[in-house]
T-cell receptor, first 115, second 111 residues
């Protein structure tokens, strides 16, 4: 009964380094999302996917790339990390849309610090 | 830019008190959800409402969706320390799968 699993939970990067955040869900959900959460800014959508092989930009996509090669996995990449990308990153998944949007299941987050 | 405004931003109360958190927007939502987030964890879904005027109860929590589907409220009766956390409302517009999140209400219930 894992739900949404994010790895790693914590990471410190130096400016300019790259990394990939991994997200896996075992609920057969079609939709997956990457958010960042910053104090006073709430949850902001970075990228999302409506199905295997598809991705789309969210509210704050610059500096990030994503891939969804398998339905259960959604990867978030930082090619050249910047201090402004210091944040807590959440992955989420869901099924349905509109009035059939029954809510998101979130992972427990990745706390990233870029120095 | 669609906005979901929550009020109050912070609330500190004593155990046993009642409270109400508000979520307001100028946009019409096809569905609205409430989440609670504890420190170091992701948000957890509490409820989804889809019909204007709908009221849902979850033990001591009562959720209401406005008649025009632009606003919602969360009322907690006899708050307990276990209710402490960040409460987030989130709305879906039209047929989209994407949610717009409010900035949250941070609740602290003192024993």
């Amino acid at each position: 009964n894992a739900g949404v699993t994010q790895t790693p939970k914590f990471r410190v990067l130096k400016t300019g380094q790259s990394m990939t955040l991994l997200c896996a869900q075992d609920m057969n959900h079609e939709y997956m999302y990457w958010y960042r959460q910053d104090p006073g800014m709430g949850l902001r959508l970075i990228h999302y996917s409506v199905g295997e092989g598809t991705t789309a930009k969210g509210e704050v996509p610059d500096g990030y790339n994503v891939s969804r090669l398998k339905k259960q996995n959604f990867l978030l990449g930082l090619e050249s990390a910047a201090p402004s990308q210091t944040s807590v990153y959440f992955c989420a998944s869901s099924r349905g849309s509109g009035i059939f949007n029954y809510g998101y299941t979130f992972g427990s987050g990745t706390r990233l610090t870029v120095v | 830019t669609q906005l979901l405004e929550q009020s109050p931003q912070f609330l500190s109360i004593q155990e046993g008190e009642n409270l109400t958190v508000y979520c307001n927007s100028s946009s019409v939502f096809s569905s609205l959800q409430w989440y609670r987030q504890e420190p170091g964890e992701g948000p957890v879904l509490l409820v989804t409402v889809v019909t204007g005027g709908e009221v849902k109860k979850l033990k001591r929590l009562t959720f209401q969706f406005g008649d025009a589907r632009k606003d919602s409220s969360l009322h907690i009766t006899a708050a307990q320390p276990g209710d402490t956390g960040l409460y987030l409302c989130a709305g879906a517009i039209g047929a989209t799968n994407k949610l717009i999140f409010g900035t949250g209400t941070l609740l602290a219930v003192q024993p």
